[in-house]
């Protein structure tokens, strides 16, 4: 096995690219992202470890704009985002040379996914170590999406999703608790999601919202706390509710 | 020894980046070597002067109300020789978008079909039509970059997209043009006259097309070289149609019948005395 792990381009006999598989442990070891699509806005939530003292947060955005209507968050190596975030920013604005309309969602994500891609098939490269968030709304019919790439190069549209650390557990409470929302209620159902694996606060999540009229907006620590502030409250109701019955009973 | 780009040819790649040292050879351009003369500028010079008397045609596109009225002559002439009356210069690039030739035959009708595949690829990949903007820029792309290299193309690109009917000049010189009314080749300032002289925006789908015939016969009329057939397309929401083809020697006649003149001397037949 390990005589099949060093190459990119070498397969194992039973089928696995296992740079490739390494590159997903390298996302899985990343900081966890959230996205969740509702009607009108789309929500992307990343978790922020804790910055030391001395560093200026405001240089270490983790969610970005590639064009004035999508926006990418990742997770996994944070070097390699930026080669690829640079090289999506410039695909957006070429696109808009030649063909004269902004780039929608799928095309781009199909861009991004194919450039990584293309590292899993040449020689003397290694994959990308990232799995991308695409988040945006189609330029000519309004539709917001969310998509997701991985290092293999696959992409496909969500409607909520997770990657990075406890990604599988995130991914779990969206399933179960994912209706089609709208406006705070997108945005409260993103956070909840990422309060799972996330030590509650806004210091520990970077939140960014994104609604046609407005593009991308990231929010304040000040807006985080008083959002968790309120979906602790209502945890907290929900509990109170569930245990009042039975205390009536005993 | 210097090679030609053919990147144009390639079929759409995802990746646009010329810059990635990864593609290497699996996407590289056919090309061939140019000649080696030993002074290529001059030969450049030579084959552009070559081809430069074969822009003769009247081709006419113009927006309206309903659309876009496309219409062109047929003739294809070799200096004062007449090659050809029954050129098709109207190009159906696919079923709502239409191009018109002047210039090099060839190279129009090449790089229409070329433009054809393109677009057909684009929607492919992008699951909706690419726009007429978009269309009219991938071919002005390609001319220029064969800018200077011979090519011989004034076309116009006319089609109905998302925003609505659109007609685009494009040249073999690299420029590309916005506009509601063209007339490209040898004959467009006689059917500039007409047209603009007749042309309103309201105009009815006939009445378009009336106009758009009139101002391609009276083209063909003065010049030597516009001739043959009068052909006028429309393009309306739901793709381009044709709408006629008529010979402009029957055009002439019908729109200058001749009058039966009263006879000043009569001859008559003198009996034998």
């Avoid at chain 1, 209620?185 to 939140?207: D, P, Q, Y």
């Avoid at chain 2, 990147?7 to 070597?33: M, Q, V, Y």
């Avoid at chain 2, 391609?216 to 009329?221: G, M, P, S, V």
Wanted: hydrophobic fraction near 35%; aromatic fraction near 8%; include cysteine.
């Amino acid at each position: 096995m390990a005589r099949y792990d060093r190459a990119i381009t070498v397969f194992s006999p039973d089928g696995h690219l296992f740079q490739v598989e390494y590159a997903l442990e390298a996302v899985r070891k990343g900081n966890a992202a959230v996205g969740v699509r509702g009607t009108d806005t789309i929500v992307l939530a990343v978790e922020k470890k804790s910055t030391p003292k001395l560093q200026d947060s405001r240089s270490v955005r983790k969610i970005v704009n590639l064009d004035d209507h999508i926006a990418l968050a990742c997770a996994g190596l944070k070097a390699d985002a930026r080669v690829l975030i640079n090289r999506a920013r410039i695909e957006c604005q070429s696109y808009k040379l030649t063909i004269e309309d902004p780039v929608t969602v799928e095309y781009i994500t199909r861009y991004i996914a194919g450039l990584q891609q293309k590292y899993t098939q040449s020689g003397g490269v290694r994959p990308f170590g990232l799995s991308t968030l695409i988040i945006g709304f189609d330029p000519h019919t309004g539709t917001p999406s969310l998509y997701q790439t991985d290092p293999s190069g696959t992409f496909s549209a969500w409607k909520a999703n997770a990657t990075g650390r406890n990604s599988n557990s995130i991914r779990e409470f969206l399933e179960k608790n994912y209706k089609e929302t709208s406006g705070q209620e997108t945005l409260k159902l993103a956070i909840r999601a990422l309060l799972e694996v996330v030590e509650s606060g806004g210091k520990n999540i970077e939140v960014a919202v994104m609604t046609k009229e407005h593009g991308l907006k990231q929010l304040e620590e000040a807006e985080i706390d008083a959002i968790v502030a309120e979906i602790e409250t209502e945890k907290a109701a929900a509990e109170a509710a569930k245990k009042a019955p039975s205390t009536r009973e005993t | 020894m210097m090679k030609i780009d053919f990147s144009g040819l390639d079929p759409a790649a995802p990746i646009k980046g010329r810059t990635d040292e990864l593609c290497g050879d699996i996407l590289a351009t056919p090309s061939f070597a140019l000649p080696t003369t030993h002074d290529f500028d001059g030969f450049q010079k030579a084959a552009v002067q070559m081809v430069k008397p074969a822009k003769g045609t009247t081709t006419l596109a113009f927006i309206f109300k309903d659309g876009v009225m496309v219409a062109a002559d047929s003739r294809a002439s070799m200096g004062g020789y007449i090659s050809s009356q029954s050129v098709k210069k109207i190009i159906e690039i696919n079923p709502y978008m239409l191009g018109t030739m002047a210039g090099g035959a060839a190279d129009c009708q090449f790089w229409h079909r070329n433009l054809g595949i393109k677009c057909r690829l684009h929607e492919l990949a992008n699951k909706r039509r690419i726009s007429v903007a978009g269309a009219s820029k991938m071919l002005s792309n390609i001319l220029y970059s064969y800018r200077g290299m011979g090519l011989s193309v004034g076309t116009m690109i006319a089609g109905w997209d998302e925003k609505g009917p659109g007609l685009y000049y494009v040249d073999s010189e690299g420029g590309r043009l916005k506009g509601t009314r063209f007339s490209v080749g040898s004959g467009s300032p006689y059917a500039y006259g007409v047209l603009d002289s007749g042309y309103r925006f309201d105009l009815s789908v006939e009445e378009a097309a009336e106009l758009a015939r009139r101002a391609i016969y009276h083209a063909t009329f003065r010049d030597g070289a516009s001739g043959g057939v009068a052909s006028v397309y429309h393009v309306g929401p739901n793709g381009w149609k044709k709408l006629s083809g008529d010979d402009v020697g029957e055009l002439h006649y019908m729109y200058y019948p001749v009058e039966p003149t009263s006879v000043e001397q009569e001859m008559t037949e003198v009996s034998v005395a």
